[in-house]
């Protein structure tokens, strides 16, 4: 029975998960309704020796070049998920003339933290080495990421170690934005997760928010007020700590929406639950 006085998005979310305990998932569903002509897709890239070190590139079908590239890291705790359930996301980014990346990465128990970061960077480093043959501009580089994601993109944005490993600058990052991202939690305290970072001498090495110097790229930080999974504090502290550093933030707290409601949002059925994409590509197009 479907609980009354729900939400009318509320609802719809929740007809997604029902037809998917009978047939596939959620995600895989607000795929259906991308067609072929929506974008163009080279898939299946190694960016490095390991089975999970590959990645995928969606590109508008038609575009002049080199046009912003955008890498997009999916979430799932570290733990697991495949970048082929992520095409609605790609499709939202080419749909506003991006290049979309959508790399898989090692997750636990094969790997603990910090492996699926350096993975993060290896990517970037495939990217910047090869989109320019692809359309992209190398110059014009933003990550992004949901959840567990967007830790991947921020630490990579806030710890230089992990992009200068892979000969690579921070700074040639143009900007990076996160959707309800831990920046600012303690490993530790999150018994699900506890276990994938729990070899570390100190949990600090984890956490982005201690990274913060006020001189790394701009930041978009995104949150649904309902998140109860990743709580909107992570992306509240970080923002400020990364403007009381004298650098560039952003954050944008939507109501209503919560954990899994701001990456459907994404999705084209569910584009009117929070600006997210219209939020997106004014940062981007707003960094020139």
């Given at each position: 029975m479907i609980p009354l006085g729900l939400k009318p998005w509320r609802l719809s979310?929740?007809?997604?998960?029902v037809l998917a305990l009978s047939a596939c998932s959620p995600l895989s569903i607000l795929n259906t309704v991308i067609g072929e002509d929506d974008l163009a897709v080279q898939s299946g890239i190694s960016y490095g020796p390991e089975a999970r070190q590959k990645l995928d590139v969606y590109r508008p079908r038609l575009s002049g070049g080199p046009i912003p590239v955008v890498i997009f890291f999916y979430g799932g705790s570290w733990r697991g998920g495949e970048r082929a359930d992520y095409l609605f996301v790609a499709e939202a980014l080419t749909s506003r003339g991006y290049i979309a990346v959508v790399p898989d990465y090692r997750t636990f128990p094969e790997v603990r933290f910090p492996a699926f970061v350096k993975d993060g960077a290896k990517a970037v480093r495939w990217v910047v080495d090869n989109i320019t043959s692809l359309g992209g501009d190398p110059e014009r580089l933003y990550l992004t990421g949901h959840s567990a994601g967007g830790h991947i993109a921020s630490m990579l944005t806030l710890d230089e170690r992990y992009l200068a490993a892979e000969g690579l600058d921070s700074h040639q990052l143009r900007g990076t934005i996160a959707l309800?991202?831990?920046h600012a939690f303690y490993p530790s305290r999150t018994a699900n997760v506890a276990?994938?970072?729990?070899h570390l001498a100190d949990e600090n090495e984890a956490r982005p928010l201690v990274y913060v110097d006020g001189d790394e790229a701009p930041l978009l930080l995104l949150h649904g007020d309902?998140?109860?999974t990743v709580f909107p504090f992570n992306t509240l502290n970080l923002s400020?700590?990364?403007?009381?550093?004298?650098g560039r933030a952003r954050h944008i707290i939507y109501p209503d929406i919560g954990h899994i409601e701001i990456l459907f949002s994404l999705a084209r059925p569910f584009r009117d639950l929070a600006p997210l994409l219209d939020d997106i590509a004014a940062f981007i197009d707003g960094q020139g």
């Open positions: 979310l929740l007809m997604v998960a309800a991202g831990p276990p994938i970072f729990a309902d998140d109860d400020q700590a990364v403007v009381d550093a004298g």
